[in-house]
């Protein structure tokens, strides 16, 4: 009767290697503009406030204490970030199908997630990307995760019936699978790009992770590249190292190449 789909990474991806990159490029935007060092600031905000279920607005009001930020900054930085997540979000294809058939049946449609951006702002992104929800479940929200199973009590109350009513569809195996399993959901397991791509950390450092330490931004590059290259299952090479033809190469290659170098014009 009701279809679940976490968000990060199933609905939704970002464009970057790993989720935290685009606070690169969020720097690269507000340190000048508000005089400020944004990574020094941000990169470890969550974790120094020690607050498992924190939302954005703790975070950055412990931000804002730690390095003396006034009011008109903390609020300025907090709606840039907001703004940089729903700008560079975009919808994952093979999850937009799933949702827009579970709306096609008439099924209640929900999201789950573990996030510290509060369920209005989710809604609210997701509104924009083309998906409408029924009602949106936030860890940050309830004080509770679906890394422990917690946040499917609060869904289950919520939602009435029984669990077996509810199937839900995520990208994390413990969270979305694991968990859900236990509390006697329906799952499914939708491995995320990031998970289709490289088998391994080993594998991923062998291939990026020397040329992202050398600049943040190729995250981003690359990240959007493989969003599109991994778009659809049945499109999607087997192996990250070794593309199968031309359309591969020339989407994890040339195109970063080339745009990179576009903007070392532009600049």
Same mark, same amino acid.
Not at 80 to 95: G, N, Q
Not at 157 to 172: F, K, M, R
Not at 240 to 251: A, C, D, R
């Given at each position: 009767?009701?279809?679940s789909?976490?968000?990060f990474d199933t609905?939704?991806?970002? +464009?970057?290697?790993q989720?935290?990159d685009?606070l690169h490029?969020?720097?690269?935007?507000?340190n000048a503009?508000?005089?400020?060092?944004?990574?020094?600031?941000r990169?470890?905000?969550?974790?120094?406030?020690?607050?498992i279920?924190?939302?954005?607005?703790?975070?950055?009001?412990?931000?804002?204490?730690?390095h003396g930020?006034?009011?008109?900054?903390?609020?300025?930085?907090?709606?840039?970030?907001?703004?940089c997540?729903t700008?560079?979000?975009s919808?994952? +294809?093979d999850?937009k199908e799933?949702? =827009?058939?579970?709306?096609?049946?008439g099924k209640?449609?929900i999201?789950v997630?573990?996030?510290?951006? +509060?369920?209005e702002i989710?809604?609210d992104?997701l509104?924009r990307k083309?998906?409408?929800m029924d009602a949106v479940y936030?860890?940050?929200d309830?004080?509770?995760?679906?890394?422990?199973g917690?946040l499917?009590d609060?869904v289950?109350?919520?939602?009435g019936g029984?669990?077996?009513?509810?199937l839900?569809v995520? =990208?994390n195996?413990?969270? =979305?699978?694991?968990q859900a399993?236990?509390?006697r959901l329906?799952?499914v397991?939708?491995?995320?790009i990031?998970?289709r791509c490289f088998r391994?950390?080993?594998e991923?450092?062998y291939?990026?992770?020397?040329a992202v330490?050398r600049?943040p931004?190729w995250?981003?590059f690359?990240?959007f590249?493989?969003?599109?290259?991994?778009?659809?299952?049945?499109d999607s090479p087997?192996?990250?190292?070794v593309?199968?033809?031309l359309?591969?190469?020339?989407?994890?290659t040339?195109?970063p190449?080339l745009?990179?170098?576009?903007?070392?014009?532009?600049?």
């Amino acid at each position: 009767k009701i279809v679940s789909f976490d968000v990060f990474d199933t609905l939704l991806v970002r +464009p970057a290697l790993q989720p935290r990159d685009i606070l690169h490029l969020l720097a690269r935007r507000v340190n000048a503009l508000y005089g400020v060092d944004f990574i020094r600031m941000r990169w470890d905000a969550e974790a120094e406030l020690g607050r498992i279920n924190a939302d954005i607005h703790e975070i950055y009001d412990f931000m804002a204490e730690k390095h003396g930020l006034d009011a008109r900054t903390r609020d300025a930085l907090l709606e840039e970030e907001v703004r940089c997540e729903t700008t560079l979000l975009s919808p994952r +294809p093979d999850a937009k199908e799933l949702y =827009d058939e579970a709306v096609r049946l008439g099924k209640r449609v929900i999201a789950v997630s573990d996030m510290y951006l +509060p369920g209005e702002i989710i809604a609210d992104i997701l509104r924009r990307k083309g998906f409408s929800m029924d009602a949106v479940y936030v860890s940050c929200d309830c004080a509770a995760r679906k890394s422990d199973g917690a946040l499917y009590d609060v869904v289950l109350a919520g939602e009435g019936g029984e669990p077996s009513e509810i199937l839900h569809v995520g =990208d994390n195996w413990e969270s =979305d699978y694991v968990q859900a399993i236990r509390k006697r959901l329906t799952a499914v397991w939708l491995p995320s790009i990031r998970e289709r791509c490289f088998r391994n950390e080993q594998e991923y450092e062998y291939l990026f992770g020397e040329a992202v330490r050398r600049d943040p931004l190729w995250s981003i590059f690359l990240g959007f590249s493989l969003n599109r290259l991994y778009a659809r299952w049945a499109d999607s090479p087997e192996n990250i190292g070794v593309p199968e033809n031309l359309h591969h190469f020339s989407e994890l290659t040339l195109a970063p190449l080339l745009t990179a170098f576009g903007l070392f014009l532009a600049n």
